[in-house]
């Protein structure tokens, strides 16, 4: 209830989503156009990691979702940090 109670409890904030890195030669990226491929570090089945800021927050599986939201990108969260002594 603490965090309910807290004044900034009610501001929206951004939350990032990384699904993988990539570290193409410079070369490479002054190359890529319309149509081209950076390949990442990850799988598809790899988990994502959710990051308020710099700060690793949570992981997390994509999935897309169904019904009016259909085609929309999601994640289910699999692991979270525990934000409440920051708070």
């Known amino acids: 209830a603490q965090a309910l ?6 501001v929206p904030v951004d939350i990032t989503v990384s699904v993988g890195k990539a570290r ?5 990226l002054l ?22 800021g710099d700060r690793l ?5 994509l999935q897309e979702l169904d019904g009016p939201e259909a085609g929309r990108l999601a994640v289910r969260l699999t692991e979270v940090a525990d934000l409440k002594p920051e708070l």
């Open 57 to 61: 927050i949570a992981r997390g599986e």
């Open 24 to 28: 193409p030669l410079l070369r490479d």
């Open 31 to 52: 190359r890529l156009g319309p149509d081209a491929v950076l390949p990442l570090d990850s799988r598809l089945e790899d988990p994502v990691e959710l990051y308020l």
């Open 5 to 10: 109670s807290h004044p900034f409890s009610q």
